[in-house]
């Protein structure tokens, strides 16, 4: 059975919106203005190679479709990512054409419930703000892993919306990488 993992760049003021500035957006780019040295590497490596799949929102898959097809690397990063089953949730896309790639639409909630029992491992979930704050509202999120920035934006779209329930998480872990943080949330099941 695998745990859905949401994976984020965040800022100190809670904006997880374009960190890598693929969205030509005001302020994206703001996350590969800091090192988050090979500490942070090593951690996205880790996560990426031991998730059973990725779990994604349209924006994100086309955004991912489009940059890793062409990628090489030494250590298989991009291997991995461009052959690990993927998940595309979307109500305007028919098919996918990434390698492993399979669309989900109609009753989200119960596309991840079933996911979670098929899935051997991490259901991984990057960017992908709607369908994580979907993920939210239904309690399907079982692990939090933020990467936190030392950058305050003013704006932007955040993680945690004003519409978003009250929740608690225990903290796991914490730890630093360069400059940033990485820590490392659970949230019970309900």
Same mark, same amino acid.
């Given at each position: 059975?695998?745990?859905? =993992?949401?994976? +984020?760049?965040?800022?100190?003021?809670?904006?997880?919106?374009?960190?890598?500035?693929?969205?030509?957006?005001?302020?994206?780019?703001?996350?590969?203005?800091?090192?988050?040295?090979?500490?942070?590497?090593?951690? #996205?490596?880790?996560?990426? @190679?031991?998730?059973?799949? @990725?779990?994604?929102?349209? #924006?994100?898959?086309?955004?991912?479709? +489009?940059?890793?097809?062409?990628?090489?690397?030494?250590?298989?990063?991009?291997? !991995?990512? $461009? $052959? @690990?089953?993927?998940? /595309? /949730?979307?109500? %305007?896309?028919?098919?996918?054409?990434? $390698? $492993?790639?399979?669309?989900?639409?109609?009753?989200?909630?119960?596309? =991840?419930?079933?996911?979670?029992? +098929?899935?051997?491992?991490?259901?991984?979930?990057?960017?992908?703000?709607?369908? =994580?704050?979907?993920?939210? #509202?239904? +309690?399907?999120?079982?692990?939090?892993?933020?990467?936190?920035?030392?950058?305050?934006?003013?704006?932007?779209?955040?993680?945690?919306?004003?519409?978003?329930? %009250?929740?608690?998480?225990?903290? =796991?872990?914490? !730890?630093?990488?360069?400059?940033?943080?990485?820590?490392?949330?659970?949230?019970?099941?309900?």
């Amino acid at each position: 059975m695998g745990d859905v =993992v949401v994976t +984020e760049f965040v800022t100190l003021d809670g904006v997880f919106e374009d960190p890598g500035g693929s969205e030509s957006s005001q302020r994206g780019g703001w996350a590969f203005r800091f090192d988050r040295g090979p500490e942070g590497d090593k951690f #996205k490596v880790q996560e990426t @190679m031991n998730a059973g799949a @990725m779990l994604l929102g349209r #924006k994100t898959y086309e955004g991912f479709a +489009e940059a890793w097809p062409g990628r090489t690397d030494e250590i298989g990063f991009a291997d !991995r990512m $461009n $052959n @690990m089953p993927k998940y /595309v /949730v979307s109500t %305007t896309l028919t098919q996918a054409d990434w $390698n $492993n790639s399979t669309v989900i639409a109609g009753d989200v909630p119960e596309a =991840v419930r079933r996911l979670r029992s +098929e899935v051997d491992g991490d259901l991984l979930v990057a960017g992908s703000a709607t369908l =994580v704050g979907t993920l939210l #509202k239904y +309690e399907l999120v079982d692990e939090l892993r933020l990467m936190v920035f030392p950058a305050v934006l003013g704006g932007g779209r955040r993680l945690f919306s004003d519409d978003h329930a %009250t929740a608690s998480f225990e903290l =796991v872990d914490c !730890r630093p990488a360069a400059q940033c943080a990485i820590l490392v949330y659970r949230r019970p099941r309900a």
